[in-house]
Nanobody, 118 residues
Framework: VQLQASGGGLVQPGGSLRLSCAVSGIIDSISIMDWYRQAPGKQRELVAS???????TYADSAKGRFTFSGDNAKNTMYLQMHSLKPEDTAVYYC?????????????WGRGTQVTVSS
């Protein structure tokens, strides 16, 4: 079981990007899925979180600009980002707390670079 993130790139300020995180493998259940980011020289920070119960939370920096969604049929989650700012530049990681074949896994996807620059 693994997570694979994609969709990063270079975008101008004010632009949009959609990140994807595909969950592969046999999944029994997912407790929580998150997006984190880490900017150069800074600690990794939580951007958005979605629990199995449907509770969705965003960091203050993401509220109103980012939307976290999921497609259960595709086992994929998305982070739609609008009105991007240079301070959004970071490596973005997806993270999951899930059960696969009876075993709990805390997984990190390989990061995807988002660069916001003119």
């Amino acid at each position: 079981v693994q997570l694979q993130a994609s969709g990063g790139g270079l975008v101008q300020p004010g632009g949009s990007l959609r990140l994807s995180c595909a969950v592969s493998g046999i999944i029994d259940s997912i407790s929580i899925m998150d997006w984190y980011r880490q900017a150069p020289g800074k600690q990794r920070e939580l951007v958005a979180s979605l629990t199995s119960g449907g509770r969705l939370t965003y960091a203050d920096s993401a509220k109103g600009r980012f939307t976290f969604s999921g497609d259960n049929a595709k086992n994929t989650m998305y982070l739609q980002m609008h009105s991007l700012k240079p301070e959004d530049t970071a490596v973005y990681y997806c993270h999951g707390d899930l059960i696969s074949m009876g075993t709990r896994h805390l997984l990190w996807g390989r990061g995807t670079q988002v660069t916001v620059s003119s």
